[in-house]
């Protein structure tokens, strides 16, 4: 997947470059004129002393992963008077 970030650095502090926007390839396919208006704004702000895009492929499978980790399961066995009584003491299965 591919990232577009555009920095920037502002007069009062030129010497530290902030990032100003991001959009995936995706979000831009879609709206293409989203991004360009945001493009346009960042660009042209006069509060700017630079501007740059910055272009980053990154892992795809690997976000993915780290916003969706698979699922854990857990083998507990009922423990307690009670549970024991009502469940016959046979192992659960637990899912988070």
């Known amino acids: 997947m591919k990232i577009f970030a555009m920095f920037g650095a502002y007069k009062d502090r030129a010497e530290v470059p902030e990032l100003l926007d991001a959009w995936d ?12 208006e945001d ?3 960042w660009s042209t702000d006069p509060d700017l002393v630079a501007f740059t895009e910055v272009t980053f492929e990154v892992d795809e499978q690997a976000i993915r992963r780290a916003l969706s980790p698979e699922p854990l399961t857990l ?9 024991a009584a009502d469940v ?3 192992d659960e299965q637990v899912s988070r």
């Open 25 to 36: 390839e995706y979000a831009r396919d879609d709206n293409p004129d989203g991004y360009m």
């Open 39 to 41: 493009h346009q704004r």
């Open 75 to 83: 083998k507990a066995a009922v423990v307690g008077d009670r549970a």
């Open 88 to 90: 016959d003491d046979r």
